[in-house]
């Protein structure tokens, strides 16, 4: 009994974390959640534990609590991180669809490249780390 009491805290927990507009990691879910919310998806390629920009980016922007509360009503958030110590390793699966990822929408490699998509995948527009308070960098997403 206590197990299913567990399993069921951490599934509806899963539940009501994605829908507050936290991070997911598979295009595919992004595009079926963009779709049924009527939302762009904002994908953010990073190098989470080695590049300074993205650092910088998520401590700014994408940690503000102005961003996040936007963000929930208005994009569907994707991550593609591309960690390089060993201890931040991501499952094999998950490098392999960050890698398709990097291939269709991140060609040049650019970290962090911010990649605004319409519901069904289509590029909106692009940019990358700017010294920009929360509000700024919400506009700027919001005007692809």
């Not at 197990?3 to 992004?30: P, Q, R, Y």
């Not at 994908?43 to 910088?56: E, R, T």
Request: net charge positive.
């Amino acid at each position: 009994m206590f197990k299913k009491i567990i399993i069921g805290c951490l599934f509806f927990g899963t539940l009501n974390v994605v829908s507050a507009g936290e991070w997911l990691t598979d295009f595919e879910e992004a595009k079926k959640m963009a779709v049924k919310k009527d939302q762009n998806i904002i994908l953010v390629f990073q190098g989470s534990d080695w590049c300074g920009p993205c650092i910088k980016l998520d401590r700014e922007v994408w940690s503000a609590e102005e961003f996040k509360a936007y963000a929930k009503d208005h994009f569907v958030m994707l991550k593609a991180d591309f960690p390089r110590k060993k201890s931040n390793r991501l499952k094999k699966a998950q490098q392999e669809k960050n890698k398709k990822l990097a291939a269709k929408y991140n060609k040049e490699g650019f970290f962090p490249l911010v990649v605004a998509l319409d519901k069904n995948g289509k590029v909106l527009g692009k940019t990358g780390y700017k010294k920009m308070k929360p509000a700024e960098y919400i506009k700027l997403l919001s005007s692809f």
